[in-house]
């Protein structure tokens, strides 16, 4: 299931996009829902009790306008650990350098043409999609385990058992291992959202909101203490994976 949400101050053009969308997901029989915004501090508030995989935006808007809008809902997504693709919907082509540093996904002028937001959309839901099936096979006690690297905020060795913490708050835990941690967990370092701290830990930098001396807040509010002098690379690599936008993200 997609959840989409479109912001656009005027309704006439909140109804041809809404309209053009449902047309998008009857001829891709896609599972997803769309959700209507009149401004961007109503998107904002939802976001507390609803995430979104695509954002749609008008940029000139009153109040608050979609570049703006845009920067809100980055900096909304890095304390939950999500991140949505944006499409800028606009009049004018002045923002366009704007809209790539709210790392938009595309950047559409009105009037919306069908076959243009048909394209982006289908571009978005690519990486979507090949973002979530991503995943890893775990050798457990009752057998083997399929745990997509999304859902995987960080992995711990404890006694030789490494043990990966999910986002729904449950745990997944291996059986003892044979080889060293490092290349047991070889499947998620390949993958540049994962960064080795010390000799016992995994984070998905993704899902980290914060770093201190020696501790990692992770987006669900679980602290975890890691080594003092394994931070300073901690915080490098979380650092660089932001200021490039998010690998994987779209």
């Known amino acids: ?14 109804q041809i996009t809404g309209e053009i969308l449902d047309r998008y997901i009857a001829g891709r029989k896609l599972a997803a829902t769309v959700r209507k915004f009149s401004g961007g501090q109503e998107l904002l508030n939802a976001m507390y009790d609803e995430t979104f995989d695509i954002y749609i935006l008008d940029i000139v808007m009153p109040e608050m306008n979609g570049i703006e809008l845009g920067f809100s809902l980055r900096k909304a997504e890095h304390k939950t650990g999500q ?14 350098l704007e809209g790539y540093h709210a790392k938009a996904a ?11 937001l048909f394209a982006a959309l289908d571009n978005v839901l690519q990486k979507l999609s090949d973002r979530r099936e991503q995943s890893v096979l775990i050798k457990t006690a009752d057998g083997t385990c399929c745990i997509t690297f999304d859902s995987i905020i960080f992995a711990e060795q404890i006694d030789r058992i490494p043990h990966y913490y999910l986002r729904d708050g449950s745990c997944v835990s291996g059986i003892t ?11 998620l370092l390949a993958d540049s959202r994962f960064c080795l701290c010390g000799a016992s830990f995994v984070f998905n930098l993704h899902h980290i909101r914060s770093i201190t001396k020696n501790t990692v807040t992770l987006a669900d509010g679980k602290q975890v203490a890691v080594p003092k002098r394994a931070v300073a690379a901690l915080h490098t690599a979380w650092m660089q994976y932001w200021l490039k936008g998010g690998s994987k993200n779209v």
């Open 1 to 14: 299931m997609y959840h989409i949400a479109l912001c656009d101050d005027e309704a006439l053009q909140r």
């Open 83 to 96: 991140e949505g693709a944006i499409i800028y919907l606009t009049t004018s082509p002045d923002f366009a």
């Open 177 to 187: 291992m044979r080889a060293s941690y490092q290349e047991t967990m070889t499947p």
């Open 106 to 116: 595309a950047y559409l002028l009105k009037p919306v043409k069908e076959k243009e």
